[in-house]
């Protein structure tokens, strides 16, 4: 079974630049989520998708991120424009279902350094 | 809201030496906890879960964690350590109700001297 897919695996670019990146989930899976990881910390949860609809975006800074997740596969997210404090590992993990009892299979993330 | 703190952001043990690692968490309502391991450029992969059945859960790589709810922690531990479990750790914390997100800890490194 292929896991979670990204890409690209890394990007450099300058503040205030455009960035997006993508992710595959496994198939089958309804429950997709993106996580930041910022240097020396846990993964964060900036936006959750159940098929293509989001169920928590709570976390996500919308003046600057967006995220979609057209036919309810794969899924893209944007930073625009990028700030420094946006250097971090991007991960996308996808689950069979929504609930904290279905396991989450995460990506090789994204790292973005942001100069 | 939940929360999961990490005690020592770097472990080092030597090949052979019992590993533990510290994870205490706050929740209001019983929680699911889950320990991820993370080696170097790869995402995060699941070792073992606790949804409240029995207090001491098994998970894959020898390693095992026990719930203890009067002390709020779900410690990590595998008796006999092996180079290859050099990785980073992370607790992580759910409830069962509500909107059932992941929390995690800040992760803790663990080094495996030969």
């Known amino acids: 079974e292929a896991g979670v897919a990204q890409s690209p695996r890394y990007k450099i670019i300058e503040k205030r630049q455009s960035v997006a990146f993508w992710c595959n989930p496994i198939?089958?899976?309804?429950?997709l989520y993106w996580y930041q990881q910022i240097l020396g910390q846990g993964p964060k949860l900036l936006i959750q998708?159940?098929?293509?609809?989001?169920?928590?975006d709570s976390q996500l800074p919308k003046d600057r991120f967006s995220a979609e997740r057209l036919k309810g596969v794969d899924s893209t997210l944007k930073i625009q424009p990028a700030k420094l404090e946006d250097s971090a590992v991007y991960l996308c993990?996808?689950?069979?279902?929504?609930?904290?009892?279905?396991?989450?299979?995460f990506g090789p993330g994204t790292r973005l350094t942001v100069l | 809201a939940q929360s999961v703190t990490q005690l020592g952001s770097h472990v080092s043990v030597s090949e052979g030496a019992l590993v533990l690692l510290r994870c205490n968490y706050s929740?209001?309502?019983?929680?699911?906890l889950f320990w991820y391991v993370q080696y170097p450029n790869q995402g995060l992969q699941l070792l073992l879960k606790?949804?409240?059945?029995?207090?001491l859960v098994k998970g894959i790589n020898g390693f095992e964690a026990e719930f203890k709810k009067s002390e709020t922690s779900f410690h990590l531990t595998k008796p006999s350590a092996h180079m290859s479990d050099a990785a980073e750790y992370f607790c992580?914390?759910?409830?069962?109700?509500?909107?059932?997100?992941?929390?995690f800890g800040q992760g803790t490194r663990l080094t495996i001297n030969p």
């Open positions: 998708f159940q098929n293509n609809g989001v169920v928590d």
């Open positions: 606790y949804t409240s059945a029995a207090t």
């Open positions: 198939s089958g899976h309804a429950t």
């Open positions: 993990a996808s689950s069979l279902m929504a609930g904290a009892y279905n396991e989450q299979f």
């Open positions: 992580a914390v759910s409830e069962e109700q509500g909107a059932q997100k992941l929390v």
């Open positions: 929740s209001s309502v019983p929680p699911y």
